[in-house]
């Protein structure tokens, strides 16, 4: 059973900042495209944003444009999620899932695509 592992949520501030890792129990991402993606309670999960397995092609979400950045490092076999000037709402359960890349189309980052996921992390974002 190919699983992902979320870490890094927690609560914030308005205005500040959190990194979400991803990591994979028992593959690599090698050749995988990852997304992330959230959902709010009562809301469809929605994208956040997606990487390709090389990370030279990313898809963002128009809310998360200029504030969340995407990475990847292949040789630690994680996949982050750099959030700044959070918002709240940006409050949700944040996913990360994995596909093979041939099996998703780059240019839709959409969460119906993605076969692999992991359980989810917690972001809140309150004064």
């Known amino acids: 059973q190919l699983q992902l592992v979320e870490s890094g949520g927690g609560w914030v501030q308005p205005g500040g900042s959190l990194k979400l890792s991803c990591a994979p129990s028992?593959?690599?991402?090698?050749?995988?495209?990852i997304g992330w993606f959230r959902q709010a309670p009562g809301q469809e999960r929605g994208r956040v944003s997606c990487?390709?397995?090389?990370?030279?092609?990313?898809r963002y979400a128009n809310s998360v444009k200029g504030r969340f950045t995407i990475s990847r490092d292949n040789a630690k076999n994680t996949v982050y999620l750099q959030m700044n000037s959070l918002k709240p709402e940006d409050t949700a359960v944040y996913y990360c899932?994995?596909?093979?890349?041939?099996?998703?189309?780059?240019?839709?980052?959409?969460?119906?695509?993605?076969?692999?996921w992991g359980r989810g992390t917690q972001v809140t974002v309150s004064s």
């Open positions: 899932a994995a596909e093979f890349e041939s099996q998703v189309d780059m240019r839709l980052c959409v969460f119906y695509e993605y076969d692999y």
């Open positions: 028992g593959f690599t991402l090698d050749y995988y495209a």
């Open positions: 990487i390709s397995s090389s990370g030279g092609s990313t």
